[in-house]
């Protein structure tokens, strides 16, 4: 199932990110896309809070991986920097996040080193804060509520 929703503001991208979170699972992994500035960690830092993640979540890019605790485990996860996708591997994120939720920063681009359940999340940056949020359910995720995250 493929959703597109249309967030005019940057809270409305955060709480579609929250929103989506009421509906996440243990070990699922959700693969976010989108130019600079498009909006990612603002989605990741809503699905935080849905988690019941009570620090801000903030871009991974110079750690690769930050870790939260909240209602389950959120590993946060920025792969922009890394060289290949034999690196991606190496860092062995769907094992780290197996008892949470795995969100992976720029991982539509090296969507082939995840399992094969997961979500991509499309992000386009319009005028001002107005952002495109394309939810695309691969695997199980495609027979999942989507349209309950919209609002």
């Given amino acids: 199932m ?4 249309e967030c005019t503001t940057a809270a409305d991208t955060r709480s579609l990110g929250r929103r989506l979170a009421a509906m996440l699972r243990p ?5 976010l896309g989108g130019g ?16 019941g993640v009570e620090e801000p979540v903030v871009s991974p890019t110079f750690v690769l991986v930050r870790f939260y ?3 389950m485990p ?3 996860a920025d792969v922009y920097r890394v060289g290949s996708s034999a690196e991606v591997e190496d ?17 539509e681009a090296v969507e082939q080193c995840f399992p094969e359940d997961h979500l991509v ?8 804060e107005t952002r495109k949020v394309t939810l695309d359910g691969r695997g199980t995720w495609a027979s999942r509520p989507l349209r309950e995250a919209a609002g």
């Fill in 91 to 107: 860092l062995d994120l769907p094992f780290e996040a197996r008892d949470g939720v795995l969100l992976v920063e720029w991982g």
């Fill in 2 to 5: 493929t959703l597109t929703v």
């Fill in 121 to 128: 999340v499309r992000l386009e940056a319009g005028e001002d």
């Fill in 36 to 51: 600079l500035g498009a909006g990612k960690t603002v989605f990741a830092s809503g699905v935080g809070e849905g988690l």
């Fill in 74 to 76: 959120l590993v946060h």
């Fill in 27 to 31: 070990g699922d992994v959700i693969l």
């Fill in 69 to 71: 605790d909240g209602l």
